[in-house]
Nanobody, 119 residues
Framework: QVQLVESGGGLVQAGGSLRLSCAAS????????MGWYRQAPGKQRDLVAS???????DYTDSVKGRFTISRDNAKNTVYLQMNSLRPEDTAVYYC?????????????WGQGTQVTVSS
């Protein structure tokens, strides 16, 4: 069983920055792809950024150039640096652990952290 604990959310003015962290325990972190998703009220949960086991990153178009995903395997932690925040970035942000092995796929979610960007 993998546990994911997000932190770093909060209230920030438009143009500001936040850094989200997601600490994993109980799993093979370095062997898992990690992702950050967000869900605004009344909307579906969407992928924001992802990072593979070898460090390859990908971003949804709306955050390219503003957000950076990174991972520290020694700390079992994935980060999301968010700069130039906009009101439309307001959502609950979730991290996701995704590990595929010969025996199956293991997916876990964190509990989420609220990010609110005021205009």
């Amino acid at each position: 069983q993998v546990q994911l604990v997000e932190s770093g959310g909060g209230l920030v003015q438009a143009g500001g920055s936040l850094r989200l962290s997601c600490a994993a325990s109980g799993g093979f972190f370095s062997s898992a792809a990690m992702g950050w998703y967000r869900q605004a009220p009344g909307k579906q949960r969407d992928l924001v950024a992802s990072i593979t086991t070898d460090g390859t990153t990908d971003y949804t178009d709306s955050v390219k150039g503003r957000f950076t995903i990174s991972r520290d395997n020694a700390k079992n932690t994935v980060y999301l640096q968010m700069n130039s925040l906009r009101p439309e970035d307001t959502a609950v942000y979730y991290c996701k652990y995704d590990r595929r092995t010969g025996r199956g796929r293991y997916t876990y979610w964190g509990q989420g952290t609220q990010v609110t960007v005021s205009s």
